[in-house]
């Protein structure tokens, strides 16, 4: 289900003397099965356009348009929507509230029409799928977990669902590095299985590792859309606008301006340790 | 968060806008209690023109002004009806069951719209033209004379600026966690009884949890950083009361006496 957003701008309070434009003009298209990055200083109006997407906001200017269907047209279904679009916010686990996990990670499907059956199948495979163990943690009350596992809990609470589409908001912040690394790689996994992603992050080497296409805005604009390693391409402009470049890329920079022949467009480790090897191999 | 709620503090630089807070409280203090004491069409008339100007002169919006008075239509539509209905059995126009509509209920019921709406008008203008700080510390100093009988007005006052400086963080992070449930199912806007009470709960454990979580992490970081009860406590500004202040003062003062003496006259 691809997501079209058509010269969408949003205003805080309009009319008042706390009026506030967090977007201006925003166009985008994001295809069934990408993994899009979204990057941004905090205020630029990522966390607006995240919500404008699944029809938590409702634009002030411009359609967003959704399998072809204008999400904020009168008589649209959007129930449809969100059973399809699952969106991770900054510290999911305040969500939890449930007596047991297993009945948290449930809330979501009560809706859902899925049989009793089903939904028990799908809460066992998505409190698997973020990498607890079902039978242990699953008659725990979800407020005696330690703060990584309430985060899994959460996320499960929103994969359970299935959705089709997955928008992440910070989704590693306060994670420990063993954390944050199964927690890209979980997102990858679902994104080779068809799931789109769609994450805000400020860690670039993340992104630059999972993602295919990067998305920045500032101040509300749209300033980039382009494949990561084009996005990533420009580093002056991308510090002039106070966005964090990965560790990767900045070496890569750095050794191209020591006269070393690295490629412009290398972003991830992988790409960058041959010329690394290279260079000590040669002894310089 | 869409809509700016009613009362809310819209920062400006008018006449009213830079009184005293201390004086403001005082003067809504003296108006609210004279719009109870009127009951003459004149004194209306006269609190009528004063909250008019005192709109005027604070620069909000007459629609801003009146929106907790819309706000509360219905509730004034009830309490017009309940009055006119049941108020007095006096040349009652006719008489059913209990319900006996009178010229007099009629009057009664006008009245008490009148004083309530003119009582929110005049909060209102309090609350958008003065900081919610501003007004904690205007509470705190008006009720310092407390302390002589062993009130811990400090504290109050403290609790009162904690609350009130915790608001927004609250109202945002209920926000968020509603987008958040409502994300993952929850039908916060379904019209069913059953579906709406079922929705109450993934609202309200998390709003708990997060104000205890916040509430105690206050107080470890008030501790660290030397805080031993707010008694004896001093402020970072203070400001002595302006001849504006004084005479704004004396000019609520006046206006209230003049309605006190048709008062006493009528």
């Keep these: 289900m691809p997501i079209e957003i058509n010269h969408v701008s949003y205003t805080y309070f309009p009319g008042t003397v706390f009026e506030a434009a967090a977007l201006r003009d925003v166009s985008l298209r994001i295809e069934d099965g990408e993994y899009i990055g979204i990057m941004g200083q905090t205020g630029c109006g990522k966390s607006t356009l995240i919500q404008l997407m699944v029809g938590l906001m409702v634009p002030s200017e411009g359609k967003i348009i959704v399998d072809g269907k204008d999400i904020n047209e009168r008589g649209y279904q959007r129930e449809e929507l969100r059973k399809k679009a699952g969106i991770v916010f900054q510290y999911p686990e305040v969500q939890l509230f449930e007596t047991t996990v297993e009945k948290d990670v449930a809330f979501g499907l009560k809706h859902s029409g899925l049989s009793k059956t089903e939904i028990a199948e799908n809460v066992r495979w998505a409190i698997e799928t973020v990498g607890l163990d079902f039978e242990k943690i699953c008659a725990e009350s979800p407020f005696s977990l330690s703060g990584g596992e309430k985060r899994r809990v959460a996320i499960a609470g929103i994969l359970a669902a299935k959705p089709k589409f997955l928008i992440l908001d910070e989704p590693i912040a306060g994670l420990d590095p063993k954390g944050r690394k199964d927690f890209l790689k979980l997102s990858g996994d679902l994104n080779a299985d068809g799931v789109t992603i769609i994450m805000v992050s400020h860690n670039a080497d993340a992104l630059a590792e999972y993602a295919q296409r990067v998305i920045i805005l500032d101040d509300g604009r749209l300033i980039m859309d382009a494949p990561v390693k084009e996005a990533f391409r420009d580093v002056e402009l991308l510090r002039d606008k106070g966005i964090g470049i990965g560790q990767a890329r900045e070496i890569a920079h750095l050794l191209t301006a020591c006269g070393y022949p690295v490629p412009e467009d290398t972003v991830r480790y992988k790409e960058l340790l041959p010329f690394l090897i290279g260079i000590g191999k040669g002894g310089d | ?266």
């Design chain 2, 1 to 266: 968060m869409h809509r700016l709620p009613t009362g809310m503090y819209l920062p400006g630089d008018s006449v009213i806008h830079r009184l005293d807070s201390r004086i403001k409280l005082l003067a809504l203090f003296i108006v609210v209690v004279s719009i109870l004491f009127i009951n003459s069409l004149i004194g209306y008339e006269i609190m009528v023109v004063f909250m008019a100007v005192a709109v005027f002169l604070s620069g909000i919006s007459l629609k801003v002004a009146l929106n907790s008075v819309r706000k509360l239509s219905w509730f004034f539509l009830l309490i017009f009806l309940m009055n006119t209905l049941f108020y007095s059995t006096e040349n009652a126009w006719f008489s059913f069951w209990k319900v006996t509509p009178s010229p007099a209920g009629l009057m009664q019921g006008l009245e008490v719209v009148l004083r309530v709406a003119l009582a929110l008008i005049a909060s209102n203008i309090m609350t958008s033209t003065t900081a919610p700080m501003e007004i904690t510390n205007a509470i705190e100093s008006l009720i310092s004379p407390l302390k002589l009988i062993g009130i811990p007005t400090g504290q109050i006052a403290m609790i009162l600026s904690i609350a009130i400086q915790f608001i927004p963080t609250l109202s945002e992070e209920t926000d968020t966690i509603r987008k958040a449930q409502m994300a993952r199912g929850a039908r916060f806007d379904s019209t069913k009884m059953t579906e709406k009470a079922e929705a109450v709960m993934p609202l309200v454990v998390p709003i708990f949890l997060a104000a205890f979580k916040r509430a105690d992490e206050l107080s470890i970081a008030m501790e660290a950083r030397g805080y031993r009860g707010a008694s004896g406590r001093t402020r970072k500004k203070f400001d002595p009361l302006k001849y504006q202040d004084m005479s704004a003062l004396a000019v609520v003062i006046a206006i209230c006496a003049v309605l006190l003496i048709i008062r006493l006259k009528t």
